[in-house]
């Protein structure tokens, strides 16, 4: 089992769409987590932290479920410019990993 | 925030020829991270690069191919040593902002080995 899974995709949704990605982690031991948002041949830039009482900023909303050791981020109102590819992080021990990202594409 | 230099930004080398990566960081980080980011593929990390002590290789991953350095808290290089077509990829480097916080990223290597 990979410490870090997310479904591939892609997600292709309209514009104005709601659509919700989900990330399990293996290590039951990890304190923080992230969502990463990657654009094609670009580095990975932090899109936000997930905090246990959840984190909204914008049309973005993370949480984290501890007993079923899953995130989740949700996008409201889809923008052309949110097509891109999501990361989900998990710390380790020292170490960031990183899950296989889901591609999402906004469609006009 | 961490703003992190790498450079070179691509380049295409010859099998058999090694190429270094540096990485500049704004500011001191106790440790630094190598990953590989193959095409269509999510980030695989190399190695955890320490100030002052031998750098710790993920599985799969060993210091003959990808020799580190980490001379000071600001600086690292990765080496990709005796270059073969299986080692184009993106290579990128990592940096929390403090401990347990989000990781900053280079703007990573193209590296396309012919």
């Known amino acids: 089992r990979k410490e870090v899974e997310q479904d591939p995709g892609p997600f292709n949704v309209p514009e104005g769409a709601t659509v919700a990605f989900n990330c399990t982690y293996s290590?039951?031991?990890?304190?923080?987590f992230f969502w990463y948002r990657q654009d094609c041949r670009k580095e990975p830039k932090l899109l936000m932290s997930?905090?246990?009482s959840g984190n909204e900023d914008g049309r973005f909303t993370a949480q984290l479920n501890r007993a079923s050791q899953y995130i989740s981020l949700l996008i409201r109102d889809s923008k052309l410019s949110d097509s891109a590819t999501y990361l989900c992080v998990a710390e380790g021990t020292y170490k960031y990993i990183f899950g296989t990202g889901t591609r999402l594409k906004v469609l006009a | 925030s961490a703003v992190i230099s790498q450079k070179p930004s691509r380049d295409i080398c010859q099998r058999g020829t090694s190429l270094t990566i540096q990485c500049q960081v704004d500011?001191?980080?106790?440790?630094m991270f190598w990953y590989r980011q193959q095409p269509g593929q999510s980030l695989t990390l190399i190695a955890t690069a320490n100030q002052g002590s031998e750098a710790t290789y993920e599985s799969g991953f060993v210091i003959d191919k990808f020799p580190i350095s980490r001379p000071n808290l600001t600086f690292s290089t990765l080496t990709v040593s005796n270059m073969s077509p299986e080692d184009s990829s993106i290579y990128l480097c990592s940096a929390p902002g403090q401990v347990n916080t989000e990781a900053f990223f280079g703007q990573g290597t193209r590296l396309t080995v012919v």
């Open positions: 290590n039951s031991a990890s304190q923080s």
């Open positions: 997930v905090y246990s």
């Open positions: 500011s001191q980080v106790t440790m």
